[in-house]
């Protein structure tokens, strides 16, 4: 056996024995042990890089109405870094607001669909939009499109009814009249059109709640038309009731006899006529009136009246008495010459 071939280098064997190793087997053991070492340091280097890179994200769609769509998205980010560029979805970006963990807003700029966040530390960020650039409408079709790195969730808006998707939903539910669909990553087209027959039905139980409101108000107002002429009929009674005892007392009372309208016109030849229509009325009203009573009678004028009844009291046939701040024009018992 060569020497140059062998080790010189001795090994104690268990059982006393010494071993010859080659050159070449030591020289490979040397050269794969590094190899090793390197791969292992690479490996524990790596470790919290992909850790601190490989971010779980949520990412929520809200359409409303209108065709506008709210996003929500949140991310883990690497807290040295001082600041993260993200990809947003569409390019008008609306009442965007972005947090950290502890809810404190973050600086931000927006260049198209790009926004460059300033984290200052944060390990975890939430975004909050609006955009009108994922849905648009052709007729009563409304088109949803988007094109998603990671899995998603989507809400439609109220009374919207799918007509077509391009990717079958990992899950879908419908409440309060609103599809909730959670779809994988990638493209997705979605149709909807808003429907009218919830809407009309809504509207019919309101129209039938109006007729019953116009009846029920049609019913009170005839209750209360009733109501209302009852109570003019009462007072027409209570008033009329309380006339004839108002005469009984003034019956009652010793008065002197007031003078008939014949004896006055036959005494007092040259008087006008409107004046005698004056003393029938008073004399048919009990020999006594309001003169407010007589203006409303012969719709004379307060000055045109008082001049008739000063006219009438000058020829002794009236008399003239206060009560309440009211004139009261009665009827004389007897004629009494004026020159007198």
């Not at 050269?31 to 890179?53: E, Y």
């Not at 990671?150 to 539910?173: A, C, G, H, R, W």
């Not at 990638?186 to 009846?215: C, F, R, V």
């Not at 009325?281 to 003169?291: L, T």
Request: hydrophobic share 40%.
């Amino acid at each position: 056996m060569n020497l140059q071939q062998k080790v010189a280098q001795k090994h104690q064997s268990p059982g006393g024995e010494m071993l010859l190793v080659r050159n070449t087997d030591i020289l490979s053991t040397m050269v794969r042990i590094p190899i090793v070492v390197i791969g292992l340091v690479l490996v524990a280097l790596s470790a919290p890089i992909q850790q601190s890179f490989g971010s779980s994200r949520t990412l929520d769609f809200t359409i409303y109405p209108d065709g506008s769509t709210h996003v929500f998205y949140e991310l883990d980010v690497d807290p040295l870094e001082l600041e993260i560029t993200v990809e947003l979805f569409g390019e008008t970006i609306e009442n965007i607001t972005i947090t950290d963990e502890d809810g404190f807003l973050l600086s931000n700029e927006i260049n198209h669909n790009l926004a460059v966040i300033e984290t200052f530390g944060a390990s975890h960020i939430s975004i909050d939009y609006d955009t009108q650039d994922l849905v648009s409408k052709t007729g009563k079709i409304w088109a949803f499109t988007i094109d998603a790195p990671v899995q998603y969730s989507l809400l439609t808006p109220k009374d919207s009814v799918i007509i077509e998707m391009s990717n079958f939903p990992l899950s879908m539910q419908v409440e309060n009249e609103q599809s909730h669909l959670t779809l994988p990553p990638g493209q997705a087209n979605i149709s909807y059109y808003i429907s009218t027959l919830a809407s009309a039905q809504s509207i019919q139980p309101t129209q039938e709640d109006s007729a019953t409101d116009n009846s029920s108000i049609l019913v009170f107002g005839v209750i209360a038309a009733v109501a209302i002429v009852a109570a003019i009929i009462i007072i027409k009674r209570k008033s009329s009731g309380v006339e004839p005892s108002i005469t009984i007392q003034k019956d009652e009372q010793p008065k002197p006899q007031s003078l008939d309208p014949e004896e006055i016109f036959k005494a007092k030849q040259d008087l006008r006529e409107d004046d005698k229509e004056i003393i029938n009325f008073i004399s048919a009203n009990g020999g006594q009136a309001y003169e407010s009573e007589l203006r409303k009678k012969f719709l004379q004028p307060r000055t045109t009246m008082w001049r008739a009844v000063k006219r009438l009291e000058r020829q002794g046939i009236v008399e003239v008495e206060k009560k309440d701040e009211q004139n009261i024009v009665k009827l004389t018992s007897k004629l009494e010459d004026p020159d007198e």
